[in-house]
Nanobody, 123 residues
Framework: QPQLGESGGGLVQAGGALRLSCAVSGGTINWYNMGWFRQAPGKEREFVAAISRSAIMAYADSVKGRFTVSRDNAKNLVYLQMNSLKPEDTAVYYC?????????????????WGQGTQVTVSI
């Protein structure tokens, strides 16, 4: 089964940008829908973005126009480019995977998860 590992989180000022990466080992991501979720303190985990194995993308309304999800199947990597960051984007960001041709937006639908990376956006 695949193992997922996120990187690229950190502290950034409002209006800044970060690029998160999700490295997948133990299997090719070619067959997987890949998703990004986030969880802020005291809140439930919420959907951010997803990209299907045919590169169909989905975004939460709160990040549309600011975040871009992409994948590099040859490198087994998935990215989340985050621009125009806001303090309310502060959260732990998780990468997730599900072997399916669909694009999935529900956390319960995913089988594999990374450990998360902290993103903090200061005023």
């Amino acid at each position: 089964q695949p193992q997922l590992g996120e990187s690229g989180g950190g502290l950034v000022q409002a209006g800044g940008a970060l690029r998160l990466s999700c490295a997948v080992s133990g299997g090719t991501i070619n067959w997987y829908n890949m998703g990004w979720f986030r969880q802020a303190p005291g809140k439930e985990r919420e959907f951010v973005a997803a990209i299907s194995r045919s590169a169909i993308m989905a975004y939460a309304d709160s990040v549309k126009g600011r975040f871009t999800v992409s994948r590099d199947n040859a490198k087994n990597l998935v990215y989340l480019q985050m621009n125009s960051l806001k303090p309310e984007d502060t959260a732990v960001y998780y990468c997730a995977a599900k072997r399916t041709g669909l694009v999935l937006v529900g956390a319960i639908e995913y089988d594999y998860w990374g450990q998360g990376t902290q993103v903090t956006v200061s005023i």
